[in-house]
C-alpha cells in the first residue's frame, strides 16, 4: 500500500530565503509523485509530478523537487520564496498502474508555509 | 478555459438534515473525482466516475451517501441524513482521458464546498 508522511505540518520563512518542504513516501510500486498546493478559496492546483523521468523535477513558480529513491524521499524547494507562496502543500502518491492511466491519489497531512517580510 | 465549477461553496446545515453538493467537470474530461478533505488533513477519494459509471466507490459510506453522475457530465453528491462528523470540505476533480501513452494523468480540482454540520 501507498503512504506520504509530510515531515513538517507548518513551516516559516521570511522572503527571499530558501524554501524546504519535507516528504517521505512508501509504495510497493514505481511510484508517481506530486507536489500539490491550495490556496486559501482557491483549488489545488498542480506544483509539478515525478513519473520515473528525471530524478530532479521542475515545477511552476520556481519550485523543484528530487526524487531519492534510497530515501524514499521527494522534498520540494525553491531558492527564495515570495510572500505569495503562502499556502497549503500536499505531497502525493499514486501507483503508477501498467494499463490505463487511472492513478488513485494518497496524499499527505499537507505543510502550511508561512512567508514573513 | 473554464475549471472545475462546485456549488454551492458554503453550507451549513443542522444534523439529520439532508444536503447536496454540485460539481461541473471541465469539459471533455471523461473521468469525475469526489474528495473529501478532513480538517488539518489532506484530501480523500470517495468516488472516482468513468463517464457515467462509478468505478471506484470503495471508500463512499453508502449508508448515508450516494452520488450520480447523469449523462456522465456533472455530478452531484448528496448527503442524507448528515452527521456532525461530516463536516469537512467536498473536493471535486476531473481529468482527461489517459490516451495510449497510459501513465498519470493531472488531476484539476475545483474549490470545494465547506460543508458545517451543528
Known amino acids: 500500500a501507498q503512504s506520504v508522511t509530510q515531515l513538517d505540518s507548518h513551516v516559516s520563512v521570511s522572503e527571499g530565503t530558501p524554501v524546504l518542504l519535507r516528504c517521505n513516501y512508501s509504495?510497493?510500486?514505481?511510484?508517481?509523485l506530486f507536489w500539490y498546493v491550495q490556496h486559501p478559496n482557491k483549488g489545488l492546483q498542480l506544483l509539478l509530478k515525478y513519473t520515473s523521468a528525471a530524478t530532479l523535477v521542475k515545477g511552476i513558480n520556481g519550485f523543484e523537487a528530487e526524487f531519492k529513491k534510497s530515501e524514499t524521499s521527494f522534498h520540494l524547494t525553491k531558492p527564495s520564496a515570495h510572500m505569495s507562496d503562502a499556502a497549503e502543500y500536499f505531497c502525493?502518491?499514486?501507483?503508477?498502474?501498467?494499463?490505463?492511466?487511472?492513478?488513485?491519489?494518497?496524499f499527505g497531512a499537507g505543510t502550511r508555509l508561512a512567508v514573513h517580510p | 478555459e473554464a475549471g472545475v465549477v462546485q456549488s454551492p461553496r458554503y453550507k451549513i446545515i443542522e444534523k439529520k438534515q439532508p444536503v447536496a453538493f454540485w460539481c461541473n467537470p471541465i469539459s471533455g474530461h471523461n473521468t469525475l473525482y469526489w474528495y473529501r478533505q478532513n480538517l488539518g488533513q489532506g484530501p480523500e477519494l470517495l468516488i472516482r466516475y468513468e463517464n457515467e459509471e462509478a468505478v471506484d466507490d470503495s471508500q463512499l459510506p453508502k449508508d448515508r451517501f450516494s452520488a450520480e453522475r447523469l449523462k456522465g457530465v456533472d455530478s452531484t453528491l448528496k448527503i442524507q441524513p448528515a452527521e456532525l462528523g461530516d463536516s469537512a470540505v467536498y473536493l471535486c476533480a476531473s481529468s482527461p482521458f489517459p490516451g495510449l501513452a497510459g501513465g498519470p494523468v493531472e488531476q484539476f480540482f475545483g474549490p470545494g464546498t465547506r460543508l458545517t454540520v451543528l
Open positions: 502525493v502518491v499514486s501507483e503508477s498502474h501498467i494499463s490505463g492511466g487511472y492513478n488513485k491519489l494518497i
Open positions: 509504495s510497493s510500486y514505481s511510484p508517481s
